[in-house]
């Protein structure tokens, strides 16, 4: 038994039992889980292999390549290999861009109905339950020069390094908060980079509420590898502590990092800058799909809600891995599992409890893997400094070039939220859809009002959530499913009875 490969549309099925959307740990997880079940399944993925951001380019890596990036990343192809051994059907390259309830004809069965594009195609396939695994993005890092030739995050570079073996040849600073920040370090160090500084914006506030939960963070896995992961770091490179302000500065690209700190202000030549300020859930997939979410004031984002089993707001939609919270790759595929049991008790294949007593010790191990989150979500959030821009020049909306200030002297007009913005400001609009600037919108907005992030909201995000070709959608059947997948609503005729009114 192995998966079986889909290379076009033409190869899909017209329903599955599940429909898996991402294919890192907790994607491959799930898909895994439930075909082991007996549930037919599509896992689909962007990416040309599985394994994800964090296992990217598992399939593909030397020995030589794992043994640089770490036995976190090596622990990828035990993931992967179970799940290319198992009766799923893989979609890579291939892109999920609508998933919505199925409006059945008569004798039909409810479930879901997902726009699919694959190797030049669309099609809408229908799947009686999804898990939605599509992990998490850098968090925006909106400071002055972001936008320059030369800078980059630091999930831009690890993809360099895993999937073409590239690694930086000038001078290079990584600056930001959270794990992945010294991690990233130690590799491009590892890997030859010439790393001459490493800036750590951790407020120093943070360190207080994150005592609380030092002793579950010692014990954890967490604790001996962050422990060595920073003296190695502190080996090498000069670690920049105690930032108040950051800057990229250069006449049409990069040339220096500016940044102040207790010490003072230091201006530092530099042809790369890597900025990363920890992950947050990538939302625009399910809350296209109408999944309810609320604002996680120790993460500092919006999160889907989803209950013990992954369940979101909507019936036949589950949420699985960092998508729904960030818990790490670890915890993704145990959660992932989770997922996948319970699509498998939902649609019949287990027993209540069959379910319980295979996710017993799945739950048992997850519990032990995030028993250092707290103490990571508190002491690695980022300053308000770094997510809510005070300079008035910085460019917060990337694609439409909106600044800080911009929207700021936007909101005598009465705009209440991010949505509101767009109408005059276009923020959201441009090709990333939001994903590089709508946090930091919504924490502009929500400090002018005074108001909680919470209360403000975040972008509405319709279908399609990623760029669809028009010779794709024109070999759509033209069918209500197929219009209210790509605009979102099917306009009816207006009888002469009841006609139509205008405001």
Not at 173 to 186: C, D, K, N, Q, R
Request: some cysteine; hydrophobic content about 40%; aromatic content about 4%.
């Amino acid at each position: 038994m192995s998966v079986h490969p889909v290379s076009a549309v033409s190869d899909l099925e017209e329903i599955y039992d599940l429909l898996v959307v991402g294919a890192g740990p907790a994607g491959l997880s799930a898909a895994t889980a439930a075909a082991e079940c007996g549930l037919s399944v599509l896992l689909c993925d962007d990416n040309g292999s599985p394994g994800g951001q964090i296992y990217r380019g598992i399939t593909e890596a030397s020995a030589a390549t794992k043994s640089r990036l770490g036995k976190d990343y090596a622990a990828g192809e035990g993931i992967v290999t179970r799940f290319l051994a198992s009766s799923a059907s893989y979609a890579a390259r291939a892109s999920v861009w609508s998933i919505a309830p199925h409006e059945p004809e008569t004798g039909e069965a409810s479930g879901l109905e997902a726009g699919v594009s694959l190797a030049g195609a669309a099609r809408l396939i229908r799947a009686r339950r999804a898990i939605l695994a599509t992990g998490a993005l850098e968090r925006p890092f909106p400071i002055p020069g972001w936008t320059l030739p030369g800078v980059m995050t630091a999930g831009s570079a690890q993809i360099a390094m895993k999937t073409a073996g590239l690694v930086p040849s000038g001078r290079t600073v990584i600056a930001g908060t959270g794990p992945l920040l010294y991690l990233l370090a130690s590799q491009l160090i590892g890997a030859g980079a010439s790393v001459i500084a490493v800036i750590d914006t951790t407020p120093n506030g943070n360190k207080r509420r994150a005592l609380a939960h030092a002793i579950d963070f010692v014990r954890s896995a967490y604790g001996l590898k962050g422990a060595r992961l920073l003296a190695q770091v502190h080996r090498h490179v000069r670690v920049i502590r105690n930032v108040t302000a950051l800057e990229a500065a250069g006449n049409g690209g990069l040339s220096e990092v500016v940044v102040t700190h207790r010490g003072g202000t230091e201006r530092l030549p530099t042809d790369l800058l890597l900025l990363h300020q920890g992950i947050v859930p990538n939302l625009n997939l399910s809350l296209a799909s109408g999944c309810a979410s609320g604002w996680n004031e120790r993460q500092a984002t919006f999160t889907p809600t989803v209950d013990e089993w992954c369940q979101t707001s909507m019936p036949d939609i589950g949420i699985a891995g960092d998508a729904g919270g960030i818990i790490g790759a670890e915890g993704s595929a145990l959660h992932g599992t989770l997922a996948g049991l319970a699509a498998a008790w939902r649609l019949g294949r287990l027993s209540e409890r069959e379910r319980d007593e295979r996710a017993a010790p799945v739950r048992a191990i997850l519990r032990s893997a995030l028993r250092g989150r707290p103490f990571i979500d508190e002491l690695f959030r980022p300053s308000d400094d770094f997510r809510i821009p005070a300079n008035p020049e910085t460019i917060v909306c990337r694609c439409e070039e909106v600044t800080a200030g911009a929207i700021r002297a936007t909101m005598p007009l009465g705009v209440r939220g991010p949505n509101q913005m767009k109408a005059y400001l276009r923020c959201g609009m441009g090709p990333c859809q939001g994903r590089l600037c709508g946090l930091t919108v919504t924490e502009i907005i929500a400090q002018e009002r005074g108001v909680a992030p919470g209360e403000v909201g975040y972008y509405n995000v319709r279908t399609p959530i990623k760029p669809v070709t028009l010779k794709e959608l024109a070999a759509l059947p033209q069918s209500d499913s197929a219009i209210k997948a790509v605009a979102g609503i099917v306009e009816k005729p207006v009888s002469a009875n009841h006609p139509q009114s205008h405001v």
